[in-house]
């Protein structure tokens, strides 16, 4: 029986929402969603333009450059790009890991303007990538104090306005990238990259000491967990091995008297902490800026001992986490940092080497866009993307809104809406209870009594009644919190989405804005009114709900669900405005599935033996590779082939052919041998990913083309030659040849060990599973999760088999089975098969991994071969038979369509429209 969910109980990780079937995080886009009505939506082709001036030129200008195989890129770049984006990766623990493409585009889009464009300013940035929709252009206009602006109209604000630029001569680059969307790896890929281009290379114009800024406290001491003893370069993969003996960063922390080195620092603090305000510190507004630390100010006073010792170094790079909080030129933060900026520039530098600001909502004071934005990945491409929660409206009254000056209490006003949060709230706690983890209630009210009056009628509920399951966030009658206070919500925002913690619920009197991002809530009420006074962005608003729980499956949606007031909703729906799509719901979700182990199915257990790597890096060097003894591609007869061009001749206005010509290739216009080596040497130092070896590869090449390419000696200088080489597939297939076997030299192929046992299916943990799945009776799970209908009916087909004594779907990194092949650029990647089975032969079991396939893909064979070395080499180690097989759509469906014995896997092993199997297929008798 085949279902797509279950029917025991609705699920809020199982909702039928708008998506891109197929959609991946890790790959570019090349569709996105739009509404087509009230409520539909429809899938359009393309990529969602950026509202802001210059990212959709520059995403241009940076798909082309990594399409063509980043041309003009350093060594050492090429290295980082390889091991970064094309290798496959496993954290500690075992947990598979990538990178996603917004990271990588974001990383290479700073790489592409720093290094190949060479846009060191903002102006310049305009110039090169805006692109004007009248018909004067853009004038760039400098005051007498030589503030840069220009004017222009402004779409998000419907608007002429004028907008200011920094300094002249400052690299300067924002990223906007939505909350949840990883701007913390994007920034310490940057640093390797930074570090080790100035270490190995030389490149001066790059920075080995940074500066990594905090808006506030609640950011600093997030960031400081990922940075401080160099955690996140040791945990993630960030530096590759042959490089860790260089990379060598101290990270110096606010209150550190650690006085830096030459090179090789990252200083991190919040910006309060490089300047002092003067006379004594202002008693906190609202209990947020309590909370989260001090905001920016407009004024400050002299530097401190944390920027005496910033302002020793010779280069310094600048990354603004937050970065909307310096937006505005007086501010006292913006000009620290220009001041930083001019105080390089007079030892002599460039000042400094890079700024980069990193934001979801990186705006102006007046709303606009920075105008310095060079990479734009929107909330509404991380919803469809699955990085973050779908934001969700939960419209179940009509009732209107309570008028605040008529009531008394907006416990009892707001009665109905608060039972609905929580309703919708112990729903949550049922269905994400499942993979262990505890949604929380945030409540926005608008005043200190409102909060109170709230949390009062929260606290009828039997949830909520202790103290420990309820914060409320408000300032007292002299409008300050206390120190003991302060502590408590400090040490609730760090360990609220820890396991232990008892927290159920928040009531804010303002909402936080950035820093308090706790993963765990999936429930927002909305009490307050929002205008442009509260100077505050719908994405603001939901942002500290949107980063995704831990626990739960990417296959699963996560779901952030605001109730509110009809003003809080028409905020919200404000984001429909950046293409984020606001479904209203007022019915039930569908259900999911749980997959799980069955204890009462331990008969149809499977072991799998654990082994170690297949490769492991070396690096050694290319000048190992010998061409000689690379494959032929082809014979002496190739190079006698004429090669003729038919071309037509065709009106240049009226569009019809006037005559025809042939054009016959010959040595006077066939490129000459030189060019011709040199573009196969940097065609496989591009597939390849080398560093620096052109010189190397291209006297083996040439050795390559001349004594082997064709089965003997051949002239190099011959036209027929020339004519092969420049024509046709040939060129392209020596680059793919030989950079497989570079890719061997540098992964050293290992002998399949035998570690730690065993792993065996009931030892799976459960999880979650949205796509399809089949009810199988020779599993030891529940069900079998399946990704397509070929899987579904083979899977089905197993279970038939009356020679199948049982098997499982091995649902990629669920069960962690994978084995390592080379890639055709010779990374390193994971392969993880459909299948495990063990069949029942005369000569006892024979265990089978299996993979069915309909498309092929490039790595297909390389998947196969690797994973055939494995069975074989296990089989000899374990003293039983492992074998691997795959299954292609084609024959599969051949072999039910022609009336074959169904209920038997021998018969489909025998089985084969053009004959038998390889006999190395056939179980042992």
């Given at each position: ?253 606010r209150g550190d008297a650690r006085d830096p080195g030459p090179h090789g620092n990252l200083f991190l603090t919040n910006i309060q902490q490089l300047y002092e305000d003067d006379g004594p510190p202002p008693a906190p507004i609202n209990p947020v800026a309590a909370i989260l630390g001090k905001a920016v100010t407009p004024s400050g006073g002299n530097g401190n001992d944390m920027l005496d010792r910033i302002r020793r170094l010779d280069n310094l790079m600048v990354l603004n986490d937050e970065a909307h909080h310096v937006h505005d030129a007086k501010l006292k933060w913006n000009q620290t940092l220009t001041a930083l900026h001019e105080g390089l520039k ?580």
């Amino acid at each position: 029986m085949t279902m797509s969910a279950s029917a025991e109980k609705p699920s809020v990780l199982d909702l039928v929402l708008p998506e891109i079937e197929g959609r991946s995080p890790y790959t570019p886009p090349t569709s996105y969603l739009v509404k087509a009505g009230a409520n539909s939506w429809r899938v359009k082709d393309g990529r969602r333009a950026s509202k802001t001036m210059l990212a959709t030129g520059v995403r241009k200008a940076v798909d082309e450059w990594r399409a063509e195989g980043y041309p003009g890129a350093s060594d050492v770049t090429r290295r980082l790009f390889q091991y970064w984006f094309d290798e496959d990766h496993l954290l500690p623990g075992g947990r598979f890991f990538r990178y996603y493409f917004c990271q990588r585009e974001a990383v290479e889009t700073v790489v592409y303007l720093h290094d190949i464009r060479g846009v060191r300013d903002a102006g310049e940035l305009l110039k090169a990538f805006f692109v004007s929709q009248d018909l004067l252009g853009l004038e760039i206009l400098t005051s007498s104090q030589g503030t840069r602006v220009f004017r222009r109209f402004i779409p998000e604000i419907n608007k002429e306005a004028e907008q200011e630029l920094p300094v002249d001569g400052l690299s300067r680059y924002a990223l906007k990238m939505a909350t949840g969307s990883g701007k913390t790896y994007v920034m310490a890929l940057l640093v390797v990259w930074s570090y080790l281009r100035r270490r190995l290379e030389g490149a001066t114009d790059l920075a080995d000491n940074f500066l990594l800024i905090a808006p506030n406290v609640i950011v600093f001491e997030r960031l400081e967990q990922d940075f401080t003893s160099g955690r996140i370069f040791l945990e993630l993969p960030v530096v590759p091995p042959e490089w860790r003996h260089e990379f060598a960063l101290q990270t110096i922390l606010r209150g550190d008297a650690r006085d830096p080195g030459p090179h090789g620092n990252l200083f991190l603090t919040n910006i309060q902490q490089l300047y002092e305000d003067d006379g004594p510190p202002p008693a906190p507004i609202n209990p947020v800026a309590a909370i989260l630390g001090k905001a920016v100010t407009p004024s400050g006073g002299n530097g401190n001992d944390m920027l005496d010792r910033i302002r020793r170094l010779d280069n310094l790079m600048v990354l603004n986490d937050e970065a909307h909080h310096v937006h505005d030129a007086k501010l006292k933060w913006n000009q620290t940092l220009t001041a930083l900026h001019e105080g390089l520039k007079q030892k002599g530098a460039d000042g400094l080497s890079m700024w980069l600001d990193f934001s979801a909502t990186p705006k102006n004071q007046n709303g606009t866009f920075f105008p310095w934005i060079v990479c734009d990945y929107p909330l509404a491409q991380a919803v469809e993307d699955r990085i973050v929660k779908t934001p969700l409206i939960i419209h179940q009254t009509d009732k209107k809104d309570p008028d605040p000056d008529a009531y008394d209490d907006a416990g009892l006003a707001y009665s109905e809406w608060i039972g609905i949060a929580v309703e919708r709230w112990r729903q949550h706690v049922k269905d994400y209870g499942v993979v262990g983890e505890k949604p929380i209630l945030f409540v926005m009210a608008e005043k200190t009594k409102d909060a109170d009056a709230i949390a009062a009628r929260l606290r009828q509920e039997n949830e909520f009644a202790e103290d420990s399951r309820l914060l409320v966030i408000h300032t007292k009658g002299d409008g300050e919190i206390t120190q003991a206070d302060l502590e408590q919500a400090r040490q609730a925002a760090r360990e609220v989405d820890k396991g232990n913690s008892r927290l159920r619920a928040i009531v804010s009197v303002l909402m936080l804005r950035e820093g308090w991002d706790v993963r765990n809530v999936s429930v927002i009420l909305g009490l307050r009114p929002f205008s442009a006074k509260a100077n505050i962005l719908p994405e603001q608003a939901v942002g500290r709900g949107l980063r995704n729980m831990a626990n739960v499956p990417r296959e699963s949606n996560q779901i952030l669900e605001l109730i509110g007031t009809n003003a809080f909703e028409d905020f919200i729906r404000e984001l429909e405005k950046e293409g984020v799509g606001i479904g209203t719901v007022t019915t039930p979700p569908k259900p999911f599935i749980e997959v799980f182990p069955l204890a009462d199915r331990g008969a149809l257990d499977i072991a799998i033996p654990k082994t170690g790597p297949l490769y492991a890096r070396e690096y050694r060097s290319i000048a190992d590779l010998d061409p000689l003894e690379l494959p032929p591609l082809g014979t002496a007869k190739d190079l006698e082939v004429s090669v003729r061009q038919q071309i037509d001749l065709v009106h240049g206005t009226v569009d019809v052919r006037v005559a025809s010509d042939e054009v016959e290739f010959n040595a006077d216009n066939v490129p000459g041998i030189r060019n011709l080596l040199a573009a196969i040497t940097q065609r496989v130092e591009r597939k390849a990913r080398t560093v620096g070896q052109f010189a190397v590869l291209l006297p083996k090449v040439r050795d390559y083309v001349q004594r082997r390419c064709f089965g003997g000696i051949v002239e190099l200088e011959e036209v027929g030659l020339r004519r092969c080489l420049n024509h046709g597939p040939l060129m392209d297939a020596i680059a793919t040849l030989m950079a497989r076997k570079i890719g061997e030299l540098t992964a050293t192929k290992q002998n399949v060990k035998l570690v730690d046992g065993e792993f065996r299916l009931s030892q799976t943990e459960p999880f979650i599973w949205r796509r399809k799945w089949t009810e199988c009776e020779k599993t030891i799970f529940n069900v079998v999760p399946c990704y397509n209908d070929l899987e579904t009916r083979f899977a089905e087909f197993l279970d038939g088999c009356l020679d199948i004594d049982r098997f499982a779907a091995l649902a990629e990194w669920f069960t962690y089975f994978h084995v390592q092949y080379l890639s055709t650029g010779g990374a390193v990647r994971l392969y993880y098969p459909d299948f495990v089975a063990v069949q029942a032969t005369d000569a006892g079991p024979v265990h089978w991994i299996l993979e069915t396939k309909g498309r092929e893909f490039e790595d297909t064979d390389a998947k196969a071969d690797h994973m055939t070395r494995w069975c074989a080499e296990v089989s000899t180690q374990v003293g039983q038979p492992w074998r691997y097989l795959k299954v292609t759509q084609v024959r599969f469906v051949d072999f039910l369509k022609r009336g074959n014995d169904t209920r038997s896997f021998a018969a489909f092993l025998q089985w084969d429209p053009k004959g038998p199997l390889a006999p190395s297929l056939l179980p042992l008798r």
